[in-house]
């Protein structure tokens, strides 16, 4: 493959800007071969290509700086020829140096670990695979994945040996999965990414069995979640009995909800119990759900639980919670209009029934309750629901009273300002302007507003646009 071409693919995406280390490397690097430093912002791939260019670079390798020499070698990666020689004291260049070998010469199969690592290493890094190399890189888990830590393809923060020869092995699927088995075998830190995609992507679904399965078992909380996400592409029983051993795992629970496993449901009834918004994973079990729901609601909660039982669940069952006197019930109960949480619960429950553009009529006599009510806030809320469910007539004098009680008017105490960011009286006008020809009785009111002088500009061009829509009517 063409050096260019190697070198835009490398570090635009497996290299990029290794680290800190390497960056200090490379300034001092091109200041030694007689080049401008780049700027900090410039990419890798202008300073290695610059690096290449000089025929001082073999000298490199007998900088005084040991990071200079072991950046060196991932720099000779990419330059036309090898150097001559191909040994060095310090053990990470000579790592450098026998990945540099594997780039030029190709991978053999001679030399003692850190050799013969190194020249697999260079061969992926060139596209040069062979069958059988898959041993050498297993000492990614030895010495030899040590001493690429201190070089650019590892370097501490950047990633890790092992991640480092998977991104390689992305160019080798016949590598790849030799590679994964002998990791496996051996215990290695093999990511459940890396055997995730071995059996979904390559169809190598002897890979689940029993090394993504065994993934499940590691005590590293990280690790066994990311292989419970990722083995959830593979439906098989096995996976899901597994799985279930660990609930209530939160990913567990999560993975398992979304394949709609019925083991899910004494745990999801926990979570409506407690009255979390995780509850909503259990979307696909709605219907085993619904009835332990509806008990719920059925007895007192605080305002925020019965908010989250109907934000989450409200659309589970048939007929819908929402549609259930239940439900109806539940949103009576909340009367206290000077408690805060009373207040924000009516809003999101009033919310989540505007998406739904229905209501059943208990649901609607307590929603019109709601839009006559004390409080401004939850008047709009409930008086939006209304307008989506479909309600006209008996809306049109809430709305004309929003109007004409409006402080403004009336001189008295109160909020000027709704929840949808205008004036209350303004977002009336808006709205009864939606209702249209249904709202022809406000007619006379909001030709007052329009018409007032001591009204402020807006507020008589809202006034004015809803005459208008509902005179078109």
Known sequence: MDTRRRLAE?????????????????SVLLSFLGLDPAPDDEWWTTRVAAATASPLLPSALAHEDIEVRRLATCVLCYARTAPATLDADDEP??????IVSGVHHGWRPDGDDVRRFGAAFGALLARRPTAGMHDALTAVLDEPGRLLTALPWAEPGWDTPANAVADLLDRAPEVRRPWLRAMADRGGPVLADEIADAAMYDGAV??????GLALLDRPDDDIRRRAIRRLSRWRQPAYQDAVAKLLPDPTALEVLADLADERCVPYLMDLADQGSERLRIGFRLGA???PHVLDRLASPLPPAHTATLLQ???????????????AADAVGRLTDLTDPDVVSALCEICLRLSMRRAMSDPMR???????????LRVRQYAQFALLEAGER????PVLVREITEHPVRTGRAGPHNGTYGWRADATACAWLGRIGKDAVSALPVLSAMAAETGEAGEA????????ERIAAD
Do not use: C, H, Q
């Open 393 to 396: 007539e008996w809306l049109v």
């Open 206 to 211: 002897e890979f689940v069995e029993p090394y």
């Open 460 to 467: 008589r061009a809202d006034a004015a646009e809803a005459y």
């Open 312 to 326: 989450t669940a409200g659309a589970w069952g048939d007929p819908p919670i929402f549609e259930r006197d239940e």
């Open 10 to 26: 490398d570090f635009d995406w497996f290299l990029d800007a290794p680290g800190p280390v390497s960056d200090r490397a490379m």
């Open 288 to 290: 085993e759900l619904a």
């Open 365 to 375: 006599a307590r929603l019109r309750v709601l839009a006559t009510g004390p409080s």
């Open 93 to 98: 260049t000579r790592l450098g140096l026998a």
